[in-house]
């Protein structure tokens, strides 16, 4: 296994090119399964977690095309319809290919996710709709068997606003029969950006964005050339960067009209913040003591409280961050504490005193975002931080050695130690 050693205390300045967004290259991606035509992506992200979709996607049916700038990919029979335990234990958005191959070839059978570092995440939202849809669906040894000769489309209210929940519904919708209407949809930016790449392939889709979608099934979809949004959460772990280091860095393709929440935060922890179009000048200052709360999109996104929390533990005081989303998401508190960080837990708060600075020490990554907390605790600490596990990294943050060695970080990746 990798790690990462780091060399703290160094402002970060320069610029930094964000990458496409992880979170929604995965259901674009599951979403080329819907029609036998090619398609043609552009800025899909370099990461674990999009290789390990493509090659199920591979197993499926789908012929794969890398060149330097896209990729092509043509899903002209759906060959396999199985996802199994092998894949979906390895990365748990795999469940995505559950709706389109149950609206593509009437059949699915998908192994159930368990729960990860974060919680339980269960998905009955995504079963329940597509049962409105018509499927019937049974689970059995842990597998997901889903049928139907032809989904219909149906009304379906969310009890809560599940982001894959929703992607998978307005996927398999996309080729019901009729009308479908999601309640209390998600709203987050991704699914925007995959009902826009469904539309470009002639789907129906309305209102993705906001709470209520609503899907005019079409008969069939064409294969499409589309590019991916930018990583609002990269762009977000950068701009903790430039603000935990003191720095002034500036972010290239990035979104900031979807980084309303993550800028406002920010601005009020003491950063300068100056927002172009698809750029973002982030000048770090004094780190004041904010409290924050995680809600779905448009509120702060839980994939950025771990990387605030780091900035709020060398803030100039007291600070409480609540996390509504996912019921266990706070294991890096305890890593950071080994950095002397003061922090302490009570059910979903955690309460954080800023210190004056944070010492370097050997810690291990939890989950994706935990591992991009340390990453920025270690930037700011005096002396060496060692991050273990950091094939959680991998999954979700492209060459980001690289880009922040670039912008004037000591970070080296020593490869296979144990
Ligand atoms: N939920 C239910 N029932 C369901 C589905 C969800 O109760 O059937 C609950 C969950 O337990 C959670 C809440 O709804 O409390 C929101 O979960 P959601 O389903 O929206 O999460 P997700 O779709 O599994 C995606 C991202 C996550 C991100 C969350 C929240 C992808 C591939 N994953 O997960 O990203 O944290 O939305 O924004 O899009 C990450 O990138 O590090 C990551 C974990």
């Known amino acids: 296994m990798d790690k990462i050693l780091i060399q703290g205390g160094l402002a970060l300045s320069g610029e930094v090119k964000i990458s496409g967004a992880k979170n929604a290259a995965l259901p674009i991606l599951a979403a080329t399964l819907l029609s036998p035509e090619p398609h043609r992506l552009k800025n899909i992200p370099k990461l674990g977690d999009i290789t390990t979709l493509k090659r199920l996607l591979e197993k499926i049916g789908a012929g794969i095309l890398e060149a330097d700038d896209f990729c092509m990919i043509q899903v002209k029979n759906i060959e396999n319809n199985e996802a199994p335990y092998s894949w979906v234990k390895t990365m748990r958005a795999t469940i995505l290919v559950l709706g389109p191959l149950l609206a593509r070839c009437g059949e699915a059978h998908v192994s159930l996710p ?47 606003p599940t982001v894959t929940g929703t992607e998978t519904l307005v996927m398999a919708a996309s080729l019901a029969e009729g009308t479908t209407i999601i309640e209390n949809a998600a709203c987050e930016p991704e699914i925007t950006d995959l009902a826009n790449f469904l539309n470009h392939c002639g789907a129906q889709i309305i209102g993705a964005g906001t709470d209520h979608i609503v899907i005019n099934g079409v008969p069939a979809l064409l294969g499409a050339s589309y590019e991916i949004m930018p990583d609002r959460i990269e762009a977000g772990t950068f701009m903790v960067a430039a603000a935990i280091t003191k720095g002034d860095l500036t972010l290239k393709q990035c979104c900031p009209g979807d980084m309303v929440s993550i800028i406002e935060k920010l601005r009020a922890t003491g950063s300068e913040i100056k927002v172009e179009k698809d750029t973002l000048r982030v000048i770090g200052k004094e780190i004041h003591a904010v409290d924050l709360k995680t809600l779905p999109y448009p509120g702060l996104p839980t994939d950025m409280q771990a990387q605030f929390m780091a900035l709020m533990s060398v803030s100039d005081g007291a600070s409480v961050i609540t996390e509504t989303i996912f019921e266990s998401r706070f294991n890096h508190c305890a890593e950071l504490r080994r950095m002397g960080a003061q922090i302490k837990v009570e059910g979903n708060h ?40 950091i094939y959680h990294l991998d999954r979700g943050y492209e060459a980001i050695e690289q880009k922040l060695t670039d912008v004037g970080a000591s970070i080296q990746r020593v490869k296979g130690s144990a």
């Open 114 to 160: 368990g729960g990860c570092a974060i919680g339980a995440r269960p998905i009955q939202l995504h079963l329940m709709g597509l049962e409105k849809m018509g499927a019937e669906i049974k689970i059995e040894h842990g597998i997901i068997h889903a049928k139907a000769a032809k989904l219909k489309g149906a009304p379906i209210y969310l009890e809560t």
């Open 350 to 389: 955690a309460m954080i005193k800023g210190v004056p600075a944070l010492s370097g020490a050997p810690i291990m990554a939890s989950d994706l975002r935990a591992s991009a907390s340390l990453i920025l605790a270690g930037l700011v600490a005096q002396g060496e931080t060692e991050i273990r596990r």
